[in-house]
């Protein structure tokens, strides 16, 4: 029998909301080591970071076709630098973090691919158990808008959730929880946490795509609604980090891109919240920087949901709809063989088995070949 949360009674989560070190992996490195353990001195077993974390969100800048392109390559040779490769010498400095701190971690990322010759980033968010175990990697399936300036497309080897010992720990990245179906079928893998990671908190602007919400902070962001609509349909509890990012997060070397007229992080000021499987908040949104939000999720709360609404089981039909999930590892080069190669003795078993002659069963050998080639 599959034991809620483990078997806990309870167990305490934190969702980070500080900011990153822009562009700066080796000092956001050590920011995210810093927050681990802090949390994790405070009991916490299970802990969130924002998206892209490491070194922060890179679409805050809004490159395009008139950008400077000097500017442009700057910047994407930078980001490129700052990526981590997962495993490498930066996973196993959080690794270390987790360990020491004696809990789970999942953090957003850059991910450098780590194809040979490959230089293309993945919006990534990689889940470290508390044993300081790389469980895996999810990337984002489709990058959205003009993240695809920055991100490749990841796929669906990675669209799983893990077995801890606090229960099984899923996530997906921003928009990719507004996919129906990829949302579902993170919901059919039994989740008991879902990390929902997000660059921030915004509205629709008058002048730009995005702006800060600021009349009703919360209220008109997609990020509230579509966290409480998951955990219930889920039955799971729902860490939802959302990015911040301020003037004073920027290293003199990126001051020009800050002061641009293609920077936009006005609406990178937080909202990050927790909600338990009823949909209801255990730590509402939250807009200040440099706090890590923590809460008690009670084993009992899944079991109570579930017993009125259990998407698994009493309130799913199978027969009348089902979903299917590729979960096939997409490579650029697939090496394939169709020689036949047959031993002169099993040609001659053949031959006697079957009363044919060895030159006969030759003969036919050949033609296959040819057909298969």
């Known amino acids: 029998m599959r034991k809620v949360l483990g078997g806990r009674e309870k167990v305490k989560v934190a969702v980070a909301q500080t900011a990153p070190v822009f562009m700066d992996k080796e000092r956001t490195l050590e920011k995210a ?9 405070n009991g916490a077993e299970l802990i969130a970071f924002p998206e892209a974390f490491i070194p922060g969100y890179p679409a805050y800048y809004t490159v395009g076709y008139e950008t400077p392109p000097h500017d442009w390559t700057d910047f994407m040779i930078a980001l490129q630098d700052n990526s981590i ?4 010498d930066d996973t196993e400095m959080l690794a270390e973090a987790a360990r020491a701190a004696d809990a789970h971690v999942v953090i957003g990322c ?22 300081g175990k790389i469980l895996g990697r999810h990337r984002k399936l489709m990058p959205t808008y003009t993240e695809r300036v920055y991100w490749g497309q990841g796929d669906g080897s990675d669209i799983t959730t893990y077995d801890t010992d606090i229960g099984r720990i899923g996530g997906l990245v921003c928009w990719e929880n507004h996919m129906i179906l990829v949302r579902a079928a993170m919901v059919h893998s039994g989740q008991d946490f879902h990390v929902a990671v997000w660059p921030g908190n915004w509205k629709r602007g ?6 800060a919400e600021t009349q009703d902070p919360g ?20 860490l939802s980090a959302c990015g911040y990012l301020d003037d004073d997060d920027f290293p003199e070397r990126w001051h020009y891109v800050r002061d641009g007229n293609h920077m936009n992080y006005d609406w990178a000021r937080g909202g990050s919240s927790i909600v338990n499987p009823a949909g209801r908040y255990l730590f509402e949104p939250h807009f200040e920087k440099d706090a890590i939000l923590y809460a008690d999720c009670y084993a009992n709360q899944i079991k109570a949901v579930k017993a009125v609404f259990d998407s ?41 088995e079957y009363e044919v002659s060895e030159d006969k069963l030759e003969a036919i050998a050949e033609e296959l070949k040819r057909l298969f080639n």
């Open 33 to 41: 080591c810093r927050v681990i353990r802090e949390a994790g001195d």
């Open 85 to 88: 490769v997962i495993p490498g």
């Open 110 to 131: 850059n991910e450098l691919d780590d194809r040979k010759g490959s230089r293309t980033v993945y919006n990534s968010l990689l889940f470290i158990s508390r044993e």
């Open 206 to 211: 008058d002048e730009k795509l995005l702006a």
């Open 219 to 238: 209220a008109g962001c997609t990020v509230q609604p579509l966290i409480r609509v998951h955990a219930f349909e889920s039955g799971a509890f729902v």
């Open 312 to 352: 698994l089981g009493h309130y799913s039909r199978w027969d009348v709809a089902k979903l299917l999930i590729d979960r096939e590892k997409r490579e650029p080069v697939a090496e394939k063989t169709t020689e036949l190669r047959i031993s002169s003795r099993e040609i001659k078993r053949i031959s006697d």
